[in-house]
């Protein structure tokens, strides 16, 4: 197949949409699928030309960006006619689009033009950003359900990260099939770890301290504020009851918010315990997953969470929200612990495992089990099967049509 992919983002701009993108990509080629990206241009960023002289696989649309937002380029007006021409020339069979907005509808635009099935994935559940929305803020919840349940609802197929996530389209009004594919992960490189040595030394850690690890954005709607929240319960427990602190939280990521938090921990008088490292390159991040003790995730926002799937991969054990993604990835009690958005039971979890060696080994080892499924390469069989499914029905139905 050919697959052209509509999206509001590329390379080198690195978030969850484009490690999708990239890890479908990778896995689909090597199946004999061919793939085509449409995305806005990056200013001083050139895409890497094919060394066999072949087409291009890259198409870049001209952009702008935003003054609070300069790392994600936001596509122009685009001539349709000439998006339509080139997707044309390439013979495309299916299109993929990756947001609903500009490139999103570009993609949907050109899928008709050219009589062919439109899937779309619903990354983001976008109602929950609306707070980097100026002046409307919260105001704009409404309306973005209603874009989302009527962009939904003019393709073929929708994907979602997750079961949690299929459901709250449903809701919205979603009439579209929706099948549930998340983005897979590469277990093996999740267990070609740093040794715990090597980290504490890297970021000056205490010795003897149980390693907590937070892999993510460090932005509002990750729900940080609740996790410092529950460490400095895991803190005041820990002094209570053991005589010392014997757990450092280590944070791995940047974002909007990080000097914020910075300044809250110093505040709450939690710096003696917590590290921020900024930002770190997705293959040395992968490297802390492993030389970690627990991780913890707080977010009640996330599609899939693959951060989860990926510290599940180098055995480690999880202790998470039971909101959205993670609550389709967490075997509660076998390989993690899922809690209420409840700051004295999350903590309490962390306690449990940092209080038991055996626990957290045994934990570990069953996550690393299960999270074989979510593997890169079985996640695009299931991509694949999708698009041929979706191709077949489009077919079908298209036999069907009167003719113009």
């Known amino acids: 197949m050919r697959i052209g992919i509509f999206s509001e983002c590329y390379l080198p701009t690195l978030n969850g949409v484009v490690v999708s993108i990239e890890t479908f990509r990778k896995e689909m080629e090597k199946r004999g699928h061919e793939y085509y990206i449409f995305a806005p241009e ?3 960023y050139d895409d890497i030309k094919p060394k066999d002289g072949g087409p291009e696989h890259v198409f870049r ?3 702008f960006v935003w003054p609070w937002q300069k790392n994600y380029p936001i596509a122009k007006r685009v001539n349709d006619r000439e998006a339509i021409h080139q997707a044309k020339s390439l013979g495309l069979d299916i299109i993929h689009t990756q947001h609903l907005f500009t490139m999103g509808r570009l993609g949907l635009k050109v899928a008709r033009a050219l009589d062919i099935p439109a899937v779309y994935t619903y990354h983001t559940l976008i109602a929950e950003y609306t707070h980097y929305v100026p002046v409307l803020g919260g105001l704009a919840t409404g309306p973005i359900i209603k874009i989302s349940r009527d962009y939904c609802n003019a393709c073929d197929q929708i994907v979602t990260p997750s079961e949690p996530m299929k459901k709250i389209l449903l809701d919205y009004g979603v009439t579209r099939p929706i099948e549930a594919i998340p983005t ?4 093996e490189e999740m267990q070609q770890h740093f040794s715990r040595e090597a980290i504490r030394k890297t970021w000056d850690l205490p010795e003897n301290t149980t390693i907590l690890l937070y892999v993510s954005r460090i932005a509002k709607e990750k729900n940080i504020g609740f996790l410092f929240q529950a460490f400095e319960q895991v803190v005041k427990f820990r002094r209570h009851h053991h005589g010392r602190v014997d757990a450092h939280l280590l944070m791995v990521g940047g974002g909007p918010e990080l000097n914020y938090y910075r300044r809250l921990v110093k505040k709450i008088g939690l710096d003696d315990y917590v590290t921020f490292t900024d930002m770190i390159k997705k293959e040395v991040v992968n490297k802390y997953f492993g030389a970690a003790d627990i991780f913890v995730f707080p977010s009640v926002t996330e599609t899939q969470g693959i951060v989860v799937a ?4 180098a055995g480690i054990p999880v202790v998470a929200v039971n909101k959205m993604g993670p609550s389709d990835i967490i075997k509660n009690g076998e390989d993690g612990f899922l809690t209420s958005l409840n ?4 903590a309490a979890k962390i306690n449990k495992l940092l209080d038991d060696d055996k626990l957290r080994y045994k934990m ?7 999270a074989k499924q979510y593997s890169s390469l079985n996640c695009a069989i299931k991509m694949e099967a999708l698009y041929e499914k979706t191709r077949e029905q489009y077919n079908r139905h298209r036999a069907g049509r009167p003719a113009s």
């Open 184 to 187: 897979g992960i590469h277990p």
């Open 61 to 63: 649309f001209p952009s």
């Open 42 to 44: 990056t200013q001083g």
């Open 343 to 346: 700051i004295h039971e999350f």
């Open 364 to 370: 570990g080892q069953a996550g690393q089990t299960h």
């Open 310 to 313: 990926e510290a599940m991969a």
